[in-house]
């Protein structure tokens, strides 16, 4: 494991750790977004998630601790969360999340917000979400930045999860079966 690749784990780990405490937390304040919006859906970056997290971070972008756990309408869960602050304090924020459906590309989606750290009920009850001004505050760094990425509808998504799983599935099988038959000797 790299350096870079340790660093990006060390969020996950910490989410992960303190993310049900968090939760509880937020759910006494109001109603925390756990599904992401298909209207909240930038594109599908051609880069590995670790590539595209990198490129935040360059980009001025944070790892967001008190991120609730997301999910998409498909069911999958949020491998990455991050946001944009023009200040510490700043009334707003830009939220980006990402699920990583591939090893070579992560589905993007995010929403303009009130800054937890200085809304903080106003964030946990998600008073004033913007999605598509947030849409497109990320679309238009991904272009300026030169990032690959293609726009997939809804239905081409849902269809491609679908595909994903099922590949998913049969390597398992296939591992399966190769474990079974590598015990056994050929007469």
């Known amino acids: ?16 750790r303190l993310g049900p405490w968090v939760d509880r937390a937020a759910k006494t304040l109001g109603q925390p977004t756990t599904q992401v919006y298909p209207r909240g ?13 990198a490129e935040l971070r360059d980009g001025g972008f944070a790892w967001d601790p008190l991120s609730m756990y997301h999910y998409t309408p498909e069911g ?27 090893s070579d590309r992560t589905q993007v989606y995010a929403h303009d917000e009130f800054n ?3 809304h903080p009920v106003k964030h946990a009850r ?4 913007r999605r598509n001004e947030g849409v ?21 998504r ?8 099922a590949r998913e599935r049969i390597r398992g099988r296939i591992s399966e079966h190769v474990g079974e038959r590598g015990g056994r000797s050929r007469s």
């Open 1 to 16: 494991m790299t350096d870079m690749e340790s660093r990006l784990n060390t969020p996950r780990w910490l989410r992960q």
């Open 158 to 165: 849902k269809l491609g999860h679908v595909v994903d799983r």
């Open 76 to 102: 999958s869960s949020t491998d990455g969360s991050w946001v944009y602050r023009s200040r510490w304090l700043g009334d707003r924020q830009l939220h980006v999340v990402l699920f990583a459906q591939q």
């Open 136 to 156: 497109a505050e990320v679309r238009r760094w991904l272009a300026e930045r030169g990032l690959e990425h293609e726009r997939n509808s809804l239905p081409q």
């Open 41 to 53: 859906y930038v594109a599908t970056v051609h880069l590995p998630i670790g590539d595209l997290e």
């Open 116 to 118: 937890w750290r200085r």
């Open 126 to 129: 998600e008073v004033g979400i």
